[in-house]
């Protein structure tokens, strides 16, 4: 049965499965200038969950164009198995992870807290403001930018997105975007593959908020049109630093 509403509290999504990634650090909290003196714990618990204003949407698959086999899983937490994939090489010494996977079966596993800063943007920039890890979440879909998504994922992620925001208010739909959105040139994922008119269809039937701009946005889109051949993979990102 898949799951369709989710809670956070303190940065865990209940029922889903938790896999820790070691690929994080904290976020930098804005240097507010009128800061209040008392209950700083709370504080800065508040201050965290106003500075996180953006949700970028991504894909990988391991190998590229194969599905829930575990090797995302042990590629988040470090432990990918070299010689099981030629291509496992070039990428077993990268340091990365996201807050959220969504599995082609529409399971959703967490590797770091998403009040923590996860190492999945890389050099991005959005709305004039760089490091986007530093004030983003990012959520894996299982796939490639040229198959589409399952059913089971948009369902899973609409639902997922819809607790991200009510947990952190400052989500708003004009601040869900893509990997290709903060990276362009760069990065192609989620790539043509995403139905993002279906995918908004989905969130604001669940929270009613307008969603106009991307609406127009992603009016060139074909929604029908999901081209299977040549299945592609996103290089993950290079190798974050911690500061
Ligand atoms: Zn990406």
Same mark, same amino acid.
């Given at each position: 049965?898949?799951?369709?509403?989710?809670?956070?509290?303190?940065?865990?999504?209940?029922?889903?499965?938790?896999?820790?990634?070691?690929?994080y650090n904290a976020r930098p909290l804005p240097n507010y200038s009128a800061r209040p003196a008392s209950n700083e714990s709370s504080l800065n618990q508040d201050m965290l969950v106003t500075a996180i204003d953006?949700?970028?949407?991504?894909?990988?698959?391991?190998?590229?164009?194969?599905?829930?086999?575990?090797?995302?899983?042990?590629?988040?937490?470090?432990?990918?198995?070299?010689?099981?994939?030629?291509?496992?090489?070039?990428?077993?010494?990268?340091?990365?992870?996201?807050?959220?996977?969504?599995?082609?079966?529409?399971?959703?596993?967490? /590797?770091?807290? $998403?009040?923590?800063? !996860?190492?999945?943007?890389?050099?991005?920039?959005?709305?004039? *403001?760089? @490091?986007?890890? &530093?004030?983003?979440?990012?959520?894996?879909?299982?796939?490639?930018?040229?198959?589409?998504?399952?059913?089971?994922?948009?369902?899973?992620?609409?639902?997922?997105?819809?607790?991200?925001?009510?947990?952190?208010?400052?989500?708003?739909?004009?601040?869900?975007?893509?990997?290709?959105?903060?990276?362009?040139?760069?990065?192609?994922?989620?790539?043509?593959?995403?139905?993002?008119?279906? /995918?908004?269809? $989905?969130?604001?039937? !669940?929270?009613?908020?307008?969603?106009?701009?991307?609406?127009? *946005?992603? @009016?060139?889109? &074909?929604?029908?049109?999901?081209?299977?051949?040549?299945?592609?993979?996103?290089?993950?990102?290079?190798?974050?630093?911690?500061?």
């Amino acid at each position: 049965m898949l799951k369709t509403t989710y809670k956070i509290e303190n940065g865990l999504l209940s029922g889903c499965q938790w896999c820790p990634s070691p690929n994080y650090n904290a976020r930098p909290l804005p240097n507010y200038s009128a800061r209040p003196a008392s209950n700083e714990s709370s504080l800065n618990q508040d201050m965290l969950v106003t500075a996180i204003d953006l949700l970028v949407i991504h894909n990988i698959s391991l190998p590229p164009a194969q599905f829930e086999n575990g090797y995302i899983e042990a590629f988040f937490q470090n432990i990918l198995p070299v010689n099981d994939h030629p291509y496992f090489a070039e990428i077993a010494d990268l340091n990365v992870s996201a807050h959220l996977l969504v599995t082609r079966s529409g399971k959703v596993i967490q /590797f770091v807290n $998403l009040n923590e800063r !996860a190492w999945h943007a890389g050099a991005s920039c959005f709305a004039g *403001r760089v @490091n986007c890890n &530093d004030f983003s979440i990012g959520i894996e879909m299982e796939g490639t930018d040229h198959l589409a998504y399952t059913y089971q994922q948009y369902q899973a992620l609409a639902a997922v997105t819809s607790a991200i925001r009510v947990a952190y208010p400052a989500i708003s739909t004009s601040s869900i975007v893509g990997h290709s959105d903060i990276a362009p040139g760069r990065k192609t994922d989620p790539g043509e593959s995403f139905n993002w008119p279906y /995918f908004f269809q $989905l969130i604001s039937a !669940a929270d009613e908020t307008s969603c106009d701009d991307h609406h127009s *946005r992603f @009016n060139d889109l &074909d929604l029908n049109e999901s081209a299977l051949n040549e299945p592609g993979l996103n290089l993950p990102d290079a190798k974050e630093q911690q500061v």
